[in-house]
Structures are given as C-alpha cells and as structure tokens.
C-alpha cells in the first residue's frame, strides 16, 4: 500500500515544501496539493516537482469546470514534464457553491463534462489532431458558435508519457461508476471499509464491467485522519470539527454530496442533526452529534496494532493509496506518523 499526504494550502508553502522533501525521504510515496479557493495549485505542484526527486505529485483535485479541457491537458502534460513522469491529474467536479459561487460559471451536467475532460486530455497527450464533438464540448468550435477560423491543432510538445494517470474524486454512484470505467484511480472521501460494498459494489462492477484492460486494476485513494497513541477519545474528538464540516455545511439543505454520503453509510438521522446544528451556526453541538461509529471508522487512530488492524481492513476494500492526514501539529511528529504508518503499510 502506497502513503501520501495533502500539503497545507493555508500559506507558508515554502516550508511546506522543505517537509515534503522531508517525507519523502522518509517513504512518502505521494503528495497531493488541492485547489479550492486557494492558490492555485498548478504553480505549487510545480515547486514540488523542483525540490523534490521520486515522489508522485498529484492534484487533488483540480475542478473540471475552472479551466478548458484542453488547457487541463497542456498543465497536467507540462506538470508531468517538470517532474520527469511523477504527476497524476485529479479531476473532480468540485461543487455548486465554488464552481458558482467562486468562478462565475454554471455547474451543470458533471457526469457528461467529466468523461469529455478525460477523453480530450488523452487525446491530447497523444498528440492528434484536436477534434471533439460531444455533448458538452466541441472542438474546434463550429462556424455558427464563432469565427469558423478554428481548425484542429495537436499539442507541439512530445509528453514524457502519451497516458498520464487520471484520478477522479467521486461520490455518487453514477460517478463512481464513471471512476470505475475510465480512471486510473478513484478517490472518495472519509471511506467506510466494511460498508464499501453496500454502498458503493454496485457502481464499481458496472463500471469495471466496461473498462478499458489497458487502464489496468483501478486503484483507490482515500484520505484518511491518522494519529497513533492511547488517548483515542481525545484524539477522536480532533476529527469531529472537519467532519462536522462536511457533513453538515459543505453545502445546502438536500445539496450536500457528504451529507448524502453519511446517510448512505446509515446515518440518516444523525446526518440530519449534524446538518440542522451546523447550519444554525451551532458547529460544536454539529460536531459533538456525529455518531461515534462513523468517526471511529473513517479514521486510523489508535495504538499500533489496532491502526495496523484497520490498515488491512482498508486494503480489503481496495484501498491501494494512504493519503494521511496526521493529526500531529509539527513537523517532526508528522515525519514520524509518516514512518510509523510506511512501516505499519508494508
């Protein structure tokens, strides 16, 4: 099983920087930057790529709707090219309240706009002719929508490699059916081991069914909060405020994909409250109404042999990519969970 870790985007991404040589030094296996409304993450994967030498650098996730698909093809080509091969691009669709609320454009059909993304970048990165007629894209654009001097243009540049790796962050079915397809790797989020199959088997088989053999095995990244020691309770308790975030405000009233995630997982009720008390403004109370199941099970904290338990029960339900979240404040004692969880990993 492979370890990674998210970079902070809350700023100072130079010491960052210095952490992530840091960790890979230590056996980290990837870094991942995301892009809300942050700096981008394009020029801090970039960095990475400079100071760093074996590491896979990963997007996590760039929002499908903030850029054309064919620039999405040019950075993640150029992104691969500054690393020597080490990027994987994460796609995602992000949601409503960003892709509206942030970039001004409307967040529609992300089913259909995510699987066109996918198919013009590969063809880009194999160098034809640009030419896409779907539903959502069409390129070059036709006479009547423009000037009619578009005509189909191949990237100039010869790409490290013509299939560069595509996660896609997915949490619906249809979704995740489309991960399954045509993905390298799927990411869903705060993953529920033992309940993958019921919430999610049917989606996975019906996408696998219609896979391409040369995408090989789909991989499975999940984030996961990870702390080692005996005080579980307390460290249990450092989980609840993201969760509780998640859960009940990362978006409206019957708009809300974790919240929906939660329900799925059969907490419907509790996933209610947590949403009703977050959106009053009451976000200890949303917090501390998580049910303990949930929180215990989306997280690897504990003392070793009961994190290494948990371990095996995630590579049982496919997880091949650790992405840490350490729950530890420093740099040192994020160095050590990430030597901690390399050896208790494999």
């Known amino acids: 099983m492979r370890i990674g870790i998210q970079a902070s985007y809350s700023g100072g991404f130079r010491q960052t920087a210095a952490e992530m040589r840091d960790l890979e030094a230590a056996g980290l296996d990837v870094a991942m930057v995301a892009e809300v409304y942050t700096f981008d993450a394009v020029s801090q994967l970039g960095y990475l790529a400079a100071v760093t030498e074996r590491v896979e650098l990963m997007s996590s996730i760039l929002p499908i709707y903030s850029r054309t698909p064919a620039l999405t093809a040019m950075t993640a080509a150029g992104l691969d090219f500054v690393s020597g091969g080490r990027f994987t691009l994460g796609l995602g669709a992000s949601g409503p309240q960003v892709i509206e609320g942030w970039h001004g454009v409307p967040y529609d059909a992300p089913l259909q706009r995510t699987r066109e993304v996918v198919e013009i970048c ?76 019921d919430v999610w088997g049917e989606a996975l088989a019906a996408g696998r069914a219609k896979r391409d053999p040369a995408l090989g095995e789909l991989q499975v990244l999940v984030s996961v909060p990870v702390a080692i020691g005996e005080d579980v309770d307390e460290l249990h308790d450092a989980v609840r405020p993201q969760l509780a975030l998640y859960v009940g405000g990362m978006g409206a009233r019957g708009k809300n994909f974790y919240n929906d995630l939660a329900v799925r997982y059969g907490f419907e009720a509790e996933a209610k409250t947590v949403q009703d008390l977050y959106l009053d403004g009451r976000k200890d109370e949303a917090a501390a109404a998580l049910p303990d199941e949930l929180v215990r099970a989306v997280s690897l904290i504990g003392p070793e042999g009961h994190v290494s338990e948990r371990i095996a029960a995630y590579a049982e339900a496919g997880v091949t990519i650790l992405a840490l979240q350490p729950l530890a404040q420093s740099p040192e004692g994020r160095l050590r969970t990430v030597e901690t969880m390399r050896r208790l990993a494999g």
């Open 122 to 197: 590969r063809q880009v990165w194999r160098r034809e002719r640009l030419q896409h007629d779907g539903p959502r894209y069409t390129i070059p654009l036709p006479a009547d929508r423009g000037t009619g001097l578009g005509k189909p243009l191949k990237l100039i540049n010869q790409p490290v490699r013509d299939r560069i790796p595509v996660l896609l962050a997915a949490l619906g079915p249809k979704n995740v059916e489309l991960a399954a397809e045509v993905a390298e790797i799927w990411e869903p989020i705060w993953l529920y081991p033992e309940k993958v199959g």
